[in-house]
């Protein structure tokens, strides 16, 4: 079965084009690890597969992106959501509560999860990320890995069935790399799909599969 399917992609920004009739096929629990040169458009890729492009980002866009063979510009907000989840490069723009907790609880009070089962999902997320002992600890206070953990918690606490990272290594030091890289060894030996884009060589390790742009 097909999680994502990109067909005939081009966008560009002011004339210049970033992807040209692009296309990839990810399978249902493929763990694909895209790499490029900067500027080459991995990024814009993820963004266009999340929807961010063209109803955030503006861009001149063609082509179509299907999740489980439903058009993503077909779909509101809130299905996205529990469609994908993405993890970008800089954590800060994720973040923006007072503690851990409200911001793994955020998402799932948009989306209007019971109460009874929001409380079981945050447990489940803080063990899963180790973030246990910070439930209450304001996201400022973290290091740079412990943010991008706690990113992960908060997305995967939506239960998307694809997760997107979008460099999401880069900013880290080497104890938080190694930190998110086993958060991401565990939900690829779950059979979580992924896309992720990283300049990050241990990643292949991950991955099922390796695109080159």
Do not use: W
Not at 8 to 31: H, I, W
Not at 87 to 104: A, K, M, W
Not at 126 to 140: D, G, Y
């Amino acid at each position: 079965m097909t999680a994502i399917e990109v067909k005939n992609l081009s966008v560009s920004y002011d004339g210049y084009d970033v992807l040209r009739n692009f296309s990839l096929s990810v399978g249902v629990g493929e763990a694909v690890l895209i790499r490029g040169l900067s500027g080459c458009g991995k990024s814009t890729l993820l963004h266009a597969i999340c929807g961010l492009i063209p109803d955030v980002i503006e861009a001149e866009y063609s082509g179509e992106v299907l999740i489980f063979g439903t058009l993503v510009k077909s779909l509101s907000v809130a299905e996205r959501a529990k469609q994908l989840g993405i993890v970008f490069q800089n954590p800060e723009t994720q973040l923006f509560c007072d503690s851990i907790e409200d911001e793994i609880a955020f998402g799932l009070e948009n989306i209007c999860i019971p109460h009874d089962e929001m409380a079981q999902r945050i447990e489940q997320m803080l063990k899963l990320t180790n973030m246990e002992n910070f439930r209450f600890a304001s996201p400022k206070a973290l290091s740079g890995g412990q943010k991008q953990r706690v990113v992960l918690a908060a997305v995967l606490a939506l239960d998307p069935k694809v997760l997107l990272l979008d460099e999401a290594l880069s900013q880290l030091d080497r104890r938080g790399k190694d930190a998110l890289r086993e958060q991401l060894r565990l939900l690829r030996n779950e059979g979580r799909t992924m896309l992720m884009v990283d300049h990050d060589d241990e990643l292949m390790s991950i991955a099922s599969r390796i695109v080159n742009l």
